[in-house]
């Protein structure tokens, strides 16, 4: 079984170390966020940190590295308050990795690839037209990460847009059936083609512990 | 498509509230935190919430619920600094998911699964044997979310073991091969079989944009 020490991973060259780490922690969400700016410039980037953070009031996070091409999403939201958070389905994978692409801010990714910018009920920022889970988000606060210089930023969701089909009559959404990714690390999508659901748990009785 | 609006999130019944926010954020990482009291007793715990926060240091957070079982697992880290995060695969998706049982502290979920307590390297928190890729873990800091009352606790990763064969020349850890499970909601877990992984990726050329 490989091991990998801190003093090793402290050694690893770079690119082996930013894969090891970041597909150490499991499987991640696979989303866009789009958002525009003040002046009207649209921007849609892949995020794979948008993390379930609460249900009530219903509260979404997601991490923003100061010193990437995500400055256009944080400064977006910062300036105008909204944001929306779309899933990112096997049919338009690429195009959806491709925004991660450093593109200057007066190029909309919706521009340079075949996602395609919708809006709906007068919402603020720009949905994902071809992705089958779409939700309005509206920034709520944010944590400055001392160990690294991160940002971690939470929403408040406004409104959940849904594909027809996918949410079962107690609520749950069914990420398989809509060929929802998981991100792999920086650059391995999977799409689980089925999925099992397990029952609510007790303890067992009748252990045989003292 | 089915439209959730503010007002209709907030009205709905309660199971159906969680399990659509809960599910409507995407696929989610599936581990298994181990911990071990000052006085012996050891836990673990199933959490969906563990997330890639940095590289460099390397960071791993998650999300803690104060008022739920969880708190074993918080007590522990705080009294001791160290827990362990092993990632779930489908061979014990079971036993994993019955850690979510509320147990008095006293009794530990491995006497009560088929899961196993594995000690490695004179570290101090218990890993779990059955699992494909375990990381050892040191307490680094905590946020308390003013949104909702919930804690993010970060930790620094110590070292890390991987199952033979799952690890790239490049240092990407490939989780569909280790069959390890993503989470879906409170209570579905999906297996992806397949993935791929698309290259880094630069601004096109040539773009007829003014």
Redesign the interface.
């Known amino acids: ?6 003093d090793k ?1 402290e050694s ?1 060259e770079h ?17 866009l966020i789009g958002t525009k700016s003040v002046s009207g410039f649209e921007n849609v980037a892949v995020f ?13 996070g997601f ?1 923003l ?1 100061p010193i990437t091409v995500i400055r256009n999403t944080y400064e977006n939201i910062k300036e105008t308050g909204f944001y929306t ?1 779309n ?1 990112i389905a096997e049919s338009f ?2 195009d959806a ?7 200057p801010k007066e ?1 909309s990714e919706f ?2 690839t075949n996602l395609t910018s919708e809006y709906k009920n007068d919402f603020y920022a720009p949905f994902v037209k071809e992705s089958p ?1 779409k ?1 309005a988000m509206k920034y ?2 944010e ?1 400055a ?4 210089g ?1 940002i ?1 930023l ?1 929403g ?9 089909d ?3 009559s ?7 059936a809509a060929r ?3 991100i ?2 920086l ?18 009785e009748n ?1 045989n ?1 003292i």
Chains 1, 2 share one sequence.
């Not at 990460?145 to 690294?148: D, E, G, Y």
């Not at 408040?156 to 027809?164: C, L, N, R, T």
């Open positions: 079984m490989p091991y990998f020490s801190k991973i690893l690119i082996y170390r930013i894969n090891l780490i970041n597909s150490c922690s499991g499987f991640k969400s696979a989303n794979s940190s948008v993390t379930h953070m609460g249900s009530q009031p219903p509260i979404l991490l590295r958070i899933h994978l690429e990795h491709h925004t991660s692409a450093k593109y190029i521009e340079v889970i939700i709520v606060e944590y990460i001392k160990a690294n991160t971690l939470l408040e969701i406004q409104s959940i847009f849904v594909a027809d996918l949410v079962s107690d609520g749950f959404i069914d990420l398989s929802v990714a998981a792999n690390g650059d391995g999508y999977a799409v689980p083609t089925s999925q099992q659901r397990l029952t609510y748990q007790r303890p067992k252990l512990l």
